[in-house]
């Protein structure tokens, strides 16, 4: 079965460290999706993207958040400086575009903890 | 604004009884599609269903329905015959325009023996 693959599991860092998580899409999906769960907020979309371009990423804190697809099989979301209330539950998802119903395939999620 | 709007926070049913999960969406796109998730205690995002806003029949799964009401601009889930192993979060989304996808912020449903 193929599957999104998000890298690493689990981090903790402490505030102010870069912090760099990795993603690579289903291989043929051509949207890519990063989402941030908290319970406060649920799932927040932060950035998406079609065909490698980003297309959306007004949920995401501009000066510190950066997600970019460097090429089709690699998805990056990068915060810079953390800062503790960033810990989150970060998941990567990719679909077809042009198949409505086609669902998101998720990742099992990056959980970073910011002390 | 909420986008996607599911009221019940959590719902507490007892097994082998259907349960009905609410989800109301808004949206001036009148192409749209309508999806539930479930999340279960490992974390992971399930696929349930989908609804695409031109189907004419409401979308069915196995246990799972959707039922959809566009006029009034809800799509709620609803599970018979419940599981113990329903329990979970559940989350309604919906997708504007080609591809972007928002999500609700789920209800979590605790099936009772």
């Known amino acids: 079965d193929a599957r999104v693959t998000q890298t690493p599991r689990h981090k903790v860092t402490e505030m102010g460290q870069e912090v760099t998580m990795r993603c690579q899409p289903i291989?043929?999906?051509?949207?890519v999706f990063w989402y941030r769960q908290t319970m406060m907020q649920g799932l927040e979309l932060l950035a998406y993207?079609?065909?490698?371009?980003?297309?959306?990423d007004s949920g995401m804190p501009k000066d510190r958040f950066s997600a970019e697809m460097p090429d089709a099989t690699l998805a990056t979301l990068k915060i810079q400086p953390s800062e503790p209330r960033d810990s989150a539950v970060y998941f990567c998802?990719?679909?077809?575009?042009?198949?409505?119903?086609?669902?998101?395939?998720f990742g099992d999620g990056t959980r970073l903890s910011i002390l | 604004a909420q986008k996607i709007t599911q009221t019940q926070p959590g719902m507490f049913v007892q097994e082998k009884e259907a349960v009905t999960l609410d989800c109301t969406y808004d949206t001036s796109d009148p192409s749209y599609g309508l999806f539930w998730y479930k999340q279960p205690s490992s974390g992971e995002m399930i696929f349930l269903i989908y609804q695409g806003s031109y189907d004419q029949q409401n979308a069915t799964e196995g246990r799972y329905s959707l039922n959809f009401q566009k006029a009034r601009k809800s799509a709620n889930l609803v599970i018979s015959a419940s599981q113990l192993g329903d329990s979970a979060m559940y989350f309604c989304?919906?997708?504007?325009?080609?591809?972007?996808?928002?999500f609700g912020k789920g209800t979590r449903l605790h099936i009772l023996p």
């Open positions: 998802a990719s679909g077809s575009l042009g198949t409505g119903g086609s669902p998101q395939h």
């Open positions: 291989l043929g999906h051509n949207t």
């Open positions: 993207f079609r065909n490698r371009a980003p297309l959306d």
């Open positions: 989304a919906m997708r504007e325009g080609r591809d972007k996808i928002i």
